[in-house]
């Protein structure tokens, strides 16, 4: 038996849904046709069969998020990971966070600034950029809304483009969205030991 | 064609944010895609386009987005289940069990979504919401706090970017 992960982590758990997922063999072909369209094809995995209960919703968000988080131009990726990562800080989804810290790490080299955040959360010290980007990111998580023009000001002074910018409130805006649904509807288990 | 959350964020086409918004025009039509994927579905199941709306009215006061609400209101005001109007207000009860837990579900996953925990999903098997209404609540919750983050953020670098 596998144990739930309540502390942050970079290394990524498996996830394990509340409500029985859709299964494969007896899904709807509007089902199959929504499942197609997700981030990774390698299988299709519990938490996609557990969205395509729904399937117009993941329809159309599995395509929203790839754009939001993985399109061309603008924010750098490993910044929109560091969006990601602050909206999953704030609402606490451990198996987000593991995911975007893993790949902010793999796209930055920055192991001390996942160090940081898991360390101290939202009163993370980090450098200039990354604190405007942290902070406006944490912020536009939390309800109410704490994020202040000053906070959006702090963006452009830290050098961010309008574009870049936009891309950062996406970034942590569909993460208020897929928090939403993998901290609530199932929980992280700490990967088996290989034998 | 305009969508919503350009329609309520006001932004000037010719602004610098306009013109970021004009590059990330796909984004904005799946945003509008889902909006009607969630509030409109095809196949809405054990909620209604009537209740949908209600509880994202509920929610968009929960973080006192006006714009919004009134935009959600106009569906409700629309639907024919009038009943559920109690429901568009935090706090608000319609009396039947299984609609006031999902109420409840959607207020936990607009306020403190960190808190959630198994036992929540469990209560509402409790009431018998089925399992499919468990993921379509959830969805409706989890789109109508991105969207009210999109439009929240648009204000913010549209407010400094006029000063």
New interface residues.
């Given amino acids: 038996m596998s144990e739930v992960v309540h502390n942050f982590t970079a290394t990524i758990p498996t996830w394990s849904p ?3 997922p859709v299964e494969l063999a007896s899904a709807t072909s509007e089902q199959l046709a929504a499942m197609k369209v997700t981030p990774s094809n390698k299988g299709v995995s519990p938490y996609v069969l ?2 395509a ?2 399937p ?2 993941l ?3 599995s ?2 998020f790839n ?2 988080m993985y ?1 061309k ?2 924010l750098s990726p490993a910044e929109r990971e560091l969006g990601a990562l602050s909206a999953s800080v ?4 451990i198996y987000c966070a593991a995911v975007h810290a893993s790949r902010f790490i793999s796209y930055s080299g920055r192991n001390n600034v996942v160090e940081e955040i898991f360390a101290d959360e939202r009163d993370a010290t980090l450098e200039a950029r990354q604190q405007a980007l942290f902070n406006f990111a944490t912020k ?2 939390t ?3 704490e ?3 000053e ?3 702090a963006l ?1 002074e830290a050098g961010l ?3 870049e ?6 970034s ?3 993460f ?6 993998m ?3 199932g ?1 992280p288990l700490a990967r088996s030991e290989a034998p | 064609m305009t969508t919503l959350i350009e329609t309520i964020a006001g932004v000037r086409a010719a602004s ?2 306009g ?3 004009n ?2 025009a ?2 904005l039509r ?2 509008e ?2 909006h009607d ?2 509030l409109l ?3 809405p ?1 054990g909620l209604s386009h009537g209740l949908r709306a209600a509880l994202a009215a509920r929610m968009c006061r ?3 987005d006006e714009a919004l609400t009134a935009h959600y209101e106009s569906y409700l005001a629309h639907a024919s289940d009038l009943d559920l109007a109690t429901l568009a207000r935090p706090g608000g009860v319609c009396g039947d069990s299984l609609h006031d837990a999902m109420a409840r579900h959607a207020d ?7 808190e ?1 925990t ?1 036992q ?3 209560a509402l098997k409790t009431v018998g919401v089925s ?2 209404d ?3 609540l ?2 409706l ?3 109508v ?6 439009l ?3 204000r ?2 549209k ?3 006029a ?1």
């Fill in positions: 509340y409500v029985t557990t969205l209960h729904d117009e919703s329809a159309v968000r395509p929203l754009l939001i399109g131009d603008g704030v609402n606490r989804c536009l998580s309800t109410p809304i994020a202040t023009a906070d959006a000001r452009g483009s309008e574009l910018q936009l891309d950062l409130v996406l942590a805006a569909i208020g969205w897929a928090n939403r649904l901290h609530t509807l929980e | 610098r944010l013109q970021a918004l590059a990330r796909e984004i799946l945003s895609a889902a994927a969630v579905p095809r196949e199941g929960h973080v006192g936990l996953l607009t306020l403190s979504p960190r959630a198994r929540d999903i469990a399992e499919a468990i993921v379509r959830s969805e919750a989890a789109f706090n991105y969207q009210l983050r999109v929240a953020g648009l913010l670098l407010e400094v970017e000063r």
